[in-house]
């Protein structure tokens, strides 16, 4: 049913520019979403609630070790578009490959565009073409305290306590 949800960007083009041409109003957000917390389950549904459909761009497993390291993602990239296409927040998922969202964002052009809030606008990198194309940027939405990399870290600790334990 998730996998309904999940297209290739040409398909997903066609598909938003048959929506907004009805009136739908196109959100758009990118990520690694690696390990799946609550702090992206509010951020999607707060991003979800400025428009008629979310469309969520998810960083291929090549670009994700580009950005974060030989070690992530810890998810691979099919299953993290499966999962985030699991909410009922999400209307539309797409894997992209490039280090940034500006070529997707040029051919989805979505209406608005959303970050968290450990963005600043003025250096959004992708804020240039959804403006070119007629869109908005929203920067702000995040849950303080929730993040994949706060989550890692009380992961290894807990686990090295646990690891060290069994050992003795």
């Known amino acids: 049913m998730a996998n309904q949800k999940i297209y290739d960007r040409n398909k997903l083009a066609s598909i938003l520019q048959q929506a907004k041409s009805e009136g739908s109003v196109v959100v758009t957000t990118n990520g690694c979403f690696d390990v799946l917390h609550l702090g992206h389950l509010r951020y999607l549904q707060a991003a979800r609630q400025l428009g008629n459909l979310l469309v969520v761009a998810v960083n291929s497993d090549s670009s994700v070790r580009e950005l974060k390291g030989e070690n992530r993602p810890l998810v691979p ?3 993290r578009a499966e999962m985030l296409a699991g909410l009922s ?3 539309y998922v797409v894997i ?3 280090l940034t969202p500006i070529s997707l964002l040029s051919e989805l052009k979505p209406n608005i565009h959303v970050k968290g809030g450990d963005y600043k606008l003025e250096e959004l990198i992708e804020r240039d073409v959804v403006e ?3 869109g908005k940027v929203i ?5 303080p305290g929730k993040s994949t990399t706060n989550l890692i870290e ?3 600790e807990r686990y090295q306590d646990t690891h060290s ?3 003795s």
């Open 77 to 79: 990239e099919e299953e």
């Open 89 to 91: 927040c999400v209307d």
């Open 96 to 98: 992209f490959p490039e």
């Open 132 to 134: 070119a194309n007629g």
């Open 139 to 143: 920067v702000g939405l995040n849950v």
């Open 154 to 156: 009380v992961i290894c």
């Open 165 to 167: 334990a069994d050992a």
